[in-house]
């Protein structure tokens, strides 16, 4: 499974756009990128899934290069609810696979 | 869209006794479901891949004699965690993959375990 690498943290205010941006330069062509989000003592929840190009939804968009490298998950006009961690997440689709989480992203979202 | 449920919400019981946390599907059915432990502050880990009507598949570490993972129905999923101690002490996260072709997993809310 392609390891990802994001950043430990990030601090934004409310009403700005968030971009997070994860690594993953080993990922394998059959593999799906997707974001989850997290609050505390709660499941995570599904954000947007993509493959390639520029995925959008009704809370985030998703963009990803060519390469697939990398992929990065914008979030526009945050709250002070959008203070979670966000996961990004590597796996072939379909099927029965298992999700190894990374560290995620802990987003902080100021007045 | 999809619901998973845990139950319970939280437990607290003495170092030694054995705990089982329940895993429902409540409005489709899930062949596969697996089962995460999580520390505070830290990210999810995951534990065993449970698949119905079969033995569950654990990952490397994890003691499959300590948490007994039973999927007897394609809507629950039990764990039960044998002579707990205060090192089992975390927060226990199921989900759950629809039937063939499903890409999304669906979370429970997580199950707080606390050992004295």
């Known amino acids: 499974l392609a390891k990802t690498t994001q950043p430990i943290s990030m601090d934004s205010y409310e009403g700005q756009e968030v971009n997070i941006t994860c690594s993953h330069n080993n990922i394998a062509t059959n593999d799906y990128i997707t974001w989850y989000q997290q609050f505390p003592s709660q499941g995570p929840r599904f954000i947007i899934q993509?493959?390639?190009t520029k995925v959008t939804n009704e809370v985030a968009s998703l963009f990803i290069p060519a390469d697939r490298k990398s992929s990065t998950l914008s979030l526009p006009r945050v709250s002070l609810s959008d203070t979670a961690v966000y996961y990004c997440?590597?796996?072939?689709?379909?099927?029965?696979?298992?999700?190894?989480f990374g560290a995620g992203t802990r987003l902080a979202v100021h007045p | 869209g999809a619901v998973v449920s845990q139950h319970p919400s939280w437990v607290i019981c003495k170092s030694g006794t054995s705990v089982k946390i329940e895993c429902r599907s409540l409005?489709?059915?899930?062949?596969?479901m697996f089962w995460y432990r999580q520390f505070p502050k830290q990210s999810l880990m995951l534990m065993a891949t449970?698949?119905?009507?079969?033995?569950?598949?654990?990952e490397q570490g994890v003691e499959k004699d300590k948490f007994l993972i039973n999927h007897a129905s394609l809507t629950l999923s039990t764990l039960t965690v044998t002579s707990a101690h205060p090192e089992d002490s975390s927060f226990y996260i199921c989900?759950?993959?629809?039937?063939?072709?499903?890409?999304?997993?669906?979370f429970g809310p997580g199950t707080r375990l606390t050992v004295l």
């Open positions: 409005d489709f059915q899930a062949t596969t």
């Open positions: 997440l590597v796996a072939p689709s379909g099927g029965y696979n298992k999700l190894i």
């Open positions: 989900s759950a993959r629809g039937s063939a072709g499903s890409d999304e997993q669906f």
């Open positions: 993509g493959y390639k």
């Open positions: 449970s698949n119905e009507g079969s033995k569950a598949t654990y």
